[in-house]
């Protein structure tokens, strides 16, 4: 289980990071893992936010590009998104997965919540 944080509620304009803490289990195979962020609002699917491929290739929605930013420390076993200018629309459950060759791990999530 990923343990995400950093959630909160602010204005418009904002910004905030959030955290995902990696289980000792994978410890040992983050490096090579893909990471992502996803979000989901009330009464919507699940969406990816940002994707992080093992290559270090980075794939992000339409609707955060240039505002997002996904990263990884692998010293600290830790994925992040850096998320400025949010919007209102922004608001969501944020979940952290991370993919390695053999789990598919998720995140309880945290809530993100922006006001106008």
């Known amino acids: 289980q990923l343990q995400a944080s950093g959630g909160g509620l602010l204005q418009a304009g904002g910004s905030l990071r959030l955290t995902c803490e990696i289980p000792r289990i994978i410890f040992s195979t983050f490096s090579g893992s893909n990471i992502g962020w996803y979000r989901q609002a009330p009464g919507n699917q699940r969406e990816p936010v940002a994707v992080?491929?093992?290559?270090?290739?980075?794939n992000y929605a339409d609707s955060v590009k240039g505002r997002f930013t996904i990263s990884r420390d692998n010293a600290r076993k830790r994925v992040y998104l850096q998320m400025n200018s949010l919007k209102p629309e922004d608001t969501a459950v944020y979940f952290c997965?991370?993919?390695?060759?053999?789990?598919?791990?998720w995140g309880q999530g945290t809530q993100v919540t922006v006001s106008s």
């Open positions: 997965n991370v993919q390695t060759i053999n789990r598919d791990l």
């Open positions: 992080s491929f093992r290559n270090r290739t980075t």
